[in-house]
């Protein structure tokens, strides 16, 4: 997104709430998000990043209003959760209620951060789940390493079927970038492809990926694209399986 596209679309309409993805969960794109936050913010508008595609594999600090994401991606928690941060000073009214929870003795629910946002009953399991994954990310500096590594894994992929004419790659526009390699094949549809993978136990994810705009942009409004996205444990000898599994078709 370029910034002086967002700050003259903010002049234009008065805006309360710019809401974005950190990265795209299609092309593994990183947004600046400082910059995003501080034009949100230059307009009067609170900012929201969605850091479900980033949590785990970026640093998320940028300043932003609030900051979402959730548990079951790079950060390997449950599913089922996920997490809501706020710039301080900044408040939410609740959107459910039900159960007094801590509240107790009251009929009503209670009003005051974090109460206010526990409704019914907590999914302690994956709260637990997800404490016990953040201890597995470790430190910034773990963090960065693992990415690294998942980040050679896609170049090793998308060397491996680079001037092939089969393949159609979709690589991130930015430089820092998310492992993900989305592409779409010229001989099969996505899902197709999707599908012929997992029968080889390699599990992939195809289709739209829940974000129609970005297909209209990329093109790719057929079928979607065939997204590879290797874990920071992946290991060479998985990319060549899959590579040679790719080259047979
Ligand atoms: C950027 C982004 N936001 C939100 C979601 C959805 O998260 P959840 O399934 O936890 O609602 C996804 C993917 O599932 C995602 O990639």
Avoid: M
Wanted: with cysteine; proline share 8%; net charge neutral.
């Amino acid at each position: 997104v370029p910034t002086a596209a967002l700050a003259a679309a903010l002049a234009a309409a008065p805006t309360r709430l710019v809401v974005f993805t950190h990265a795209s969960n299609v092309t593994g794109a990183v947004l600046d998000a400082a910059a995003i936050v501080a034009v949100s913010r230059a307009a009067g508008a609170w900012s929201v990043v969605d850091a479900s595609q980033t949590a785990g594999w970026l640093d998320l600090r940028c300043d932003a209003d609030v900051v979402v994401a959730s548990a079951h991606k790079a950060l390997q928690g449950p599913p089922g959760l996920g997490f809501v941060a706020l710039r301080p000073g900044r408040e939410l009214l609740p959107q459910k209620q039900g159960g007094t929870g801590s509240g107790r003795t009251e009929a009503v629910h209670p009003v005051a951060w974090p109460a206010a946002f526990e409704a019914g009953t907590p999914n302690t399991p994956a709260i637990l789940g997800l404490g016990a994954a953040l201890d597995g990310v470790a430190t910034p500096a773990t963090q960065a390493a693992a990415l690294q590594r998942a980040l050679a894994r896609v170049d090793q992929l998308a060397l491996g079927l680079a001037d092939d004419p089969r393949w159609r790659l979709l690589p991130p526009t930015s430089s820092l970038r998310t492992p993900i390699l989305s592409l779409v094949p010229r001989d099969y549809e996505p899902s197709e492809l999707g599908a012929i993978l997992a029968d080889a136990d390699v599990h992939v994810r195809s289709g739209f990926h829940c974000a129609p705009w970005i297909h209209a942009h990329l093109g790719t409004v057929a079928g979607g694209t065939v997204r590879i996205s290797p874990g920071a444990d992946t290991t060479a000898a998985d990319i060549d399986r899959v590579l040679a599994l790719l080259h047979r078709l």
